[in-house]
Nanobody, 122 residues
């Protein structure tokens, strides 16, 4: 059974940084992604990367501030978040595909983590 466990969320002031980690276990995973969901809003795409980590996509709202990377030796994917803004406040979810290319659609992902809260104060 695949398990995804996020960590690294927390409370930070605007302009600060956080690094989220997602540790995977149970199977070899293909595309990995990060999504987020703010209260009262739909889950939205943040970033995705292919198996090797050489190809990435980022949402326009986070380009230039966030970076996604992965270390397959550690079965872990990261989301480095810099220059955080209050509008980045959300629960951040790690997601994984057993097969398939990078995608910004939540329905394309087979597994999800439990989420980690990120709160950015102004």
């Amino acid at each position: 059974q695949v398990q995804l466990v996020e960590s690294g969320g927390g409370f930070v002031q605007a302009g600060g940084s956080l690094r989220l980690s997602c540790a995977a276990s149970g199977s070899t995973l293909s595309t990995m992604g990060w999504f987020r969901q703010a209260p009262g809003k739909e889950r939205e795409f943040v970033a995705t990367t292919n198996w090797g980590g050489s190809l990435t996509n980022l949402a326009d709202s986070v380009k230039g501030r966030f970076t996604i990377s992965r270390d397959n030796a550690k079965s872990t994917v990261y989301l480095q978040m810099n220059s955080l803004k209050p509008e980045d406040t959300a629960v951040y979810y790690c997601a994984a595909r057993l097969w398939g290319a990078r995608s910004n659609r939540p329905d394309d992902y087979h597994y999800w983590g439990q989420g980690t809260q990120v709160t950015v104060s102004s």
